[in-house]
């Protein structure tokens, strides 16, 4: 009896990794390497750097003017769904500040804060050994810019919306089982502001980012 249940474990286990062996790793193993598709979520941080018009921070005390110049720069954090290894869908929220000015009696900032959905198709449609993902993506967004304006005796803002699209290519690359980074190009087109938010009244271009996710 005893063998014939020592037999029969034998032979149970060596049915499980033969269909290990054939159709891959469970879902959510900490032990492969393969885990960014099986993972369903992500959320990750990017630096952000747009082509544009920006003018910068400028600061202005009596005779001097000081322009910090980072003008362009922004941030973003992004969501990933994996429903399966082909696509991802994707919501992100993106700033930028494209002018700020600050003088001895009065203050003016701009802010542009990006809504965005989309999807990725990634290249090679089985990950197999690569850690390295290259993907397609395109997506919707909606920009939303306001300017203020602060003096001894007036306070201002005005506030305005857009909406436009957006196409490019990226990559992921698995650094861990839950750690990714992720790079990415592409361009914005998006509809005029009927005013100017920060010295100018279109927001297209290109934009380049770079980042870090946490796989989940």
Same mark, same amino acid.
């Given at each position: 009896?005893?063998?014939?249940?020592?037999?029969?474990?034998?032979?149970?286990?060596?049915?499980?990794?033969?269909?290990?062996?054939?159709?891959?790793?469970?879902?959510?193993?900490?032990?492969?390497?393969?885990?960014?598709?099986?993972?369903?979520?992500?959320?990750?941080?990017?630096?952000?750097?747009?082509?544009?018009?920006?003018?910068?921070?400028?600061?202005?005390?009596?005779?001097?003017?000081?322009?910090?110049?980072?003008?362009?720069?922004?941030?973003?954090?992004?969501?990933?769904?994996?429903?399966?290894?082909?696509?991802?869908?994707?919501?992100?929220?993106?700033? +930028?500040?494209? @002018?700020?000015?600050?003088?001895?009696?009065?203050?003016? #900032? *701009?802010?542009? %804060?990006? &809504?965005?959905? !989309?999807?990725?198709?990634?290249?090679?449609?089985?990950?197999?050994?690569?850690?390295?993902?290259?993907?397609?993506?395109?997506?919707?967004?909606?920009?939303?810019?306001?300017? +203020?304006?602060? @003096?001894?005796?007036?306070?201002?803002?005005?506030?305005? #919306? *857009?909406?436009? %699209?957006? &196409?490019?290519? !990226?990559?992921?690359?698995?650094?861990?089982?839950?750690?990714?980074?992720?790079?990415?190009?592409?361009?914005?087109?998006?509809?005029?502001?009927?005013?100017?938010?920060?010295?100018?009244?279109?927001?297209?271009?290109?934009?380049?980012?770079?980042?870090?996710?946490?796989?989940?």
């Amino acid at each position: 009896m005893k063998k014939t249940r020592l037999l029969i474990t034998i032979i149970l286990g060596l049915l499980v990794l033969q269909f290990n062996d054939t159709y891959g790793f469970t879902p959510g193993s900490s032990s492969d390497s393969n885990e960014i598709v099986f993972r369903k979520h992500s959320i990750g941080l990017r630096i952000a750097y747009l082509n544009q018009k920006h003018r910068g921070v400028t600061v202005r005390t009596g005779p001097f003017n000081v322009d910090a110049g980072i003008g362009g720069l922004g941030g973003k954090i992004v969501y990933n769904y994996y429903p399966n290894y082909n696509f991802s869908f994707y919501l992100s929220i993106s700033g +930028s500040s494209p @002018e700020v000015t600050v003088n001895t009696f009065s203050n003016y #900032s *701009s802010t542009i %804060v990006t &809504a965005m959905m !989309g999807v990725k198709y990634f290249i090679l449609q089985y990950p197999g050994e690569n850690f390295l993902r290259p993907y397609v993506t395109g997506g919707m967004q909606m920009l939303i810019g306001t300017e +203020s304006e602060v @003096e001894i005796l007036n306070i201002g803002t005005h506030t305005e #919306s *857009s909406i436009g %699209v957006f &196409a490019g290519f !990226g990559t992921e690359l698995l650094l861990s089982s839950r750690i990714k980074f992720a790079a990415e190009m592409g361009y914005n087109l998006v509809t005029d502001f009927v005013e100017e938010i920060g010295s100018q009244k279109n927001y297209s271009g290109f934009e380049f980012s770079f980042g870090a996710d946490f796989m989940f």
